[in-house]
């Protein structure tokens, strides 16, 4: 066969813009799938993106994964389906919508009617999936997309009710009341990992209150608060009874000022924090069990009375074993609508319950003075606090206050401070199976490691119930209907649904379901669907089942590719969609979600700031494909320690050295054979035999060559992507720059001998067996090679060459690369002292000892005459 002659300037972007008309015209994705279609199958899950703005770099990094990992197992003879998936529901399309709509609470929404609200969100989901296909296609990626899954499909939703109703019949759901975090802008409670990810630094305010007990006019207890706002439902105040307390008197003086003739009770161990610029006398000394039951006077009266439940049993110290001294005043103050701890324990001691706040965030109208303003304003989220401050200093109940920074979690959707709210919410009982998910988690193959006992590993030791409602419209719902005498029916599949109603069910949206009433078996009233949706985490979790509309299809399928071998995702998923798949596995199929994982860290601005279009801090990922080229873009992050969950400063710098480096050296060396063999006419045959070559430098590139395609194989086995690539740069570089230069004159004499036969057989060799190793990194100019130099039809329709640690020569390596070594010390000897290389020189000693044809190199590399070995010089080389 003949060869095409290219352009040793070619542009690569053009190149690979040939190469993408030539996959999709010639439909190389779909045959890649065919020719596999009876191998084993090798599972791949792809997490579902939001398809409501365009793709950024961390999506690139995601993607490049997504495609390396498969592209390498097909072409290790594996069929890999790739199937595309869209996140639709939750917050994210919500806030869109309520944006667009210039909504600002929920009773906006309910005002403009669920049904209305809920359509404009389906109608903005996928609203960027053109821009995504372009940016996918363009940077090499092969997925279906024209087929993808998405998360508000019929078909989906009802697998996500199937993996409920297995939760539900093994006991793991429940309806719980507890004190959450909850968004006041969104009005809905978040789960332990959307709080987690919300965390600012901010500044705020924190208060000492002063309590006047009952029993003893002149004494007030102590206590602080960095929640101001929550001092309005305070019911109780909470010590520790094995802690000592003091009451401490201050001395008539004027440096005391206000608090002159005051007693205070503190922890002991507080006093002299507390009181350091005062003069003070300890009265009395006693242990927090003797203060147990003592009465006060509530610092605000708009609940003490009978219309509390409970009033009678309110208003008191109590006991309470997580109150420490190391801060504060070993005084806690307790509102049980508002905090885990305050809860539990009004719980416990049949305290109070006043829930002076909606979870609008607003203060209730009960609330005097304070009625109608928001506990966390937008603007200065303190506003309310320091009206709260104000109030205590003109009641002569402040101690001292003072402002300071501290980390706050905030909605990871709107950017909204939460407050801790006490409401009922249905869970998932974590605590139950996480002894099982712990002891599967094991199995889990990660990369890098550190993540599987490290950041994965911690958190689901530290996993709690998960609360799985939300208080929101656009999701799947909570598949439960209930009665009012107390009778629920759970849901698994629209069929059941259809035959409890007697209706035909095509969507299980709430504006939908909401409207099915159902007649109740046990007291023949109307059961309705409790109003919450679920977690879209929970829609996220149910993908491996959910995407396969499994159990009601594809159920042989699933079950016999079940594990998914392979994910990736950012680091973030540990605590997301890596966490809730293992969970939900472990609940219903008692194993793991997935056998291996790749985790990446963040790409950032060049400053290592975070990459913001607002502030334009970085390029667009199709300038840089155009500029650069998607195989240089890919290949610098998958090489980078971004693939190893570690951040990376984006360098366009980089990439461009990259692409004058590796990529165009990788060009050159093909645009040379290319050139030669058709010059000469020179004809391959596919039976290239190792064993054969003669010359030093083919049986050194060949070793070399084995030597890439082991490292290539070790770090694609292990998951370890920048392991895999980093072996590439100094191969490409020993081929161009030392393999090809040293080898030109075989393949430039005009005589066509066994010698320069051998030359293009290896050289043809090395190039093929690059570019398939190459090939799921660098797709296009691996495809440009190969199908030049093979006349075949795709590199990627091919089979990976497996690598023979036999022929691998490390002697031979280890000598070439000393030679290297001395040669280039010897160039940079002969710079030193201005001698240009083609000035001859008698001789040049060095200290090792090597074979004549290495000797060889040395004397026409360094133009000298006669090399001289002296073992005992110091210096490798001496001119």
């Not at 109070?352 to 304003?377: R, T």
């Not at 094991?442 to 993540?451: A, F, G, L, Q, T």
């Amino acid at each position: 066969m003949s060869f095409k002659r290219v352009d040793p300037k070619q542009s690569l972007p053009e190149m690979e813009k040939e190469i993408l008309k030539f996959w999709q015209e010639n439909k190389i994705f779909e045959k890649t799938l065919e020719n596999r279609k009876d191998a084993q199958e090798y599972t791949f899950y792809d997490g579902p993106p939001f398809a409501t703005g365009t793709p950024h770099y961390g999506h690139i990094v995601a993607s490049a994964m997504k495609d390396v990992v498969p592209r390498y197992w097909t072409m290790r003879g594996f069929h890999v389906d790739r199937k595309w998936g869209w996140d639709c529901h939750g917050l994210p399309i919500e806030n869109i919508v309520e944006k667009e709509l210039g909504s600002k609470s929920k009773s906006e929404i309910e005002a403009l009617g669920v049904e209305k609200f809920n359509e404009l969100c389906r109608s903005k989901v996928l609203k960027y999936v053109d821009e995504w296909k372009v940016v996918i296609n363009r940077m090499g990626r092969w997925a279906d997309m024209d087929n993808a899954y998405k998360t508000m499909d019929l078909s989906y939703m009802e697998s996500v009710w199937w993996v409920f109703k297995e939760l539900w019949d093994k006991g793991l759901i429940y309806e719980g009341y507890r004190s959450m975090h909850v968004c006041p802008r969104c009005e809905t409670t978040l789960s332990q990992m959307e709080v987690s990810e919300g965390y600012i630094d901010v500044k705020d305010l924190s208060v000492i209150a002063k309590f006047k007990l009952i029993d003893e006019p002149n004494v007030s207890v102590l206590a602080w608060t960095t929640t101001p706002w929550t001092l309005i439902g305070n019911v109780a105040l909470a010590v520790n009874p094995d802690i000592d307390y003091v009451y401490v008197e201050t001395v008539n003086t004027e440096k005391n000022g206000e608090f002159k003739d005051e007693i205070f009770v503190v922890a002991k161990d507080r006093v002299n924090d507390l009181f350091k610029d005062k003069k003070i006398e300890i009265v009395r000394e006693i242990s927090g069990s003797q203060l147990v039951g003592k009465k006060y006077k509530p610092l605000f009266d708009y609940y003490a009375n009978p219309e509390t439940q409970n009033f009678a049993n309110g208003w008191k110290i109590v006991g309470g074993d997580f109150v420490g001294a190391e801060d504060g005043t070993g005084v806690v103050h307790i509102a049980p609508a508002f905090g885990e701890d305050d809860l539990a324990l009004g719980q416990k001691d049949n305290l109070p319950f006043v829930q002076h706040v909606g979870m609008d965030g607003v203060i209730k109208k009960e609330a005097g003075e304070f009625a109608g303003l928001h506990v966390k304003p937008a603007g200065d989220h303190t506003t309310t606090d320091v009206e709260i401050i104000k109030y205590l200093a003109k009641k002569g109940l402040l101690f001292a206050k003072e402002k300071y920074e501290h980390s706050y979690p905030h909605c990871w959707r709107c950017d909204t401070p939460l407050i801790n709210y006490a409401t009922s919410s249905w869970f998932v009982k974590v605590s139950e199976i996480k002894p099982a998910a712990l002891n599967l988690a094991k199995e889990i193959n990660w990369s890098p490691e550190n993540i599987k006992e490290g950041r994965f590993g911690k958190w689901l030791e530290g996993a709690r119930d998960w609360s799985i409602s939300r208080q929101r419209f656009w999701a799947s719902v909570i598949p439960i209907w209930r009665c009012e005498c107390g009778e629920m029916k759970v849901f698994g599949s629209v069929m059941e649904l259809e035959a409890a109603s007697g209706q035909k069910v095509d969507d299980l949206h709430k504006h939908i379901v909401d409207k099915i009433v159902l007649p109740c078996d046990k007291c023949g009233s109307e059961m309705h669907r409790v109003p919450d949706v679920l977690d879209t985490w929970f829609d996220s979790g149910s993908m491996p089942f959910a995407q396969q509309h499994y159990p009601f299809e594809n159920n042989e399928k699933f079950d016999e590719n079940f594990p998914a071998d392979f994910i990736a995702e950012g680091v973030d998923q540990t605590r997301a969609w890596f966490y809730y798949q293992h969970i939900i596995a472990t609940a219903i199929k008692q194993s793991p979600a997935f056998k291996n994982v790749i985790v990446n860290g963040t790409v950032l601005a060049e400053d290592g700031k975070k990459m913001s279009k607002r502030y334009k801090n970085y390029p667009d990922p199709m300038l840089m494909f155009d500029k650069y080229g998607a195989d240089a873009i890919r290949f610098y992050l998958m090489s980078s320690p971004v693939v190893a969950a570690q951040n990376l400063n984006f360098s366009e710098k980089d990439v461009a050295e990259l692409t004058r480096g590796m990529m165009r050296m990788l060009w050159n060396s093909y645009s040379f054979f290319a050139l030669y063999a058709d010059i000469d006419k020179w004809e391959h045959d596919d039976l290239f035999q190792h064993s054969t070559a003669k010359n030093l430098l083919d049986r050194w590139i060949l070793s070399e060559l084995n030597t890439l395609v082991v490292s290539v194989h070790d770090g694609m086995e292990a998951y370890e992507l920048h392991r895999a690539a980093r072996a590439f740069p100094k191969f490409v570089d020993d081929l161009s720059n030392w393999y090809i230069r040293r080898s030109r004159k075989r393949f430039w004499k005009s005589e066509s001998d066994s010698d320069k036969n051998e030359a293009y057989a290896t050289l043809h060799h090395v190039l093929v067996t690059l570019s398939k190793m190459l090939a799921p990194f660098a797709p296009f100019v691996s495809e440009e090679i190969y199908k030049n130099l093979t006349g075949k039809e795709s590199v990627h329709l091919a089979d990976l060459p497996t690598g023979d640690r036999h022929h691998v020569d490390e002697f031979l390596n280890d000598e070439m690369r000393r030679i290297r070594e001395i040669v280039t010390e010897g160039l940079q000897l002969r710079a030193q002292a201005k001698m240009k290389v083609r000035q001859p020189l008698a001789k040049v000693f060095i200290k090792g000892i090597f074979e004549d044809e290495l000797m060889e190199i040395i004397k026409e590399e360094l133009n000298v005459k006669e090399v001289v070995v002296d073992a005992a010089q110091e210096a490798k080389v001496v001119l």
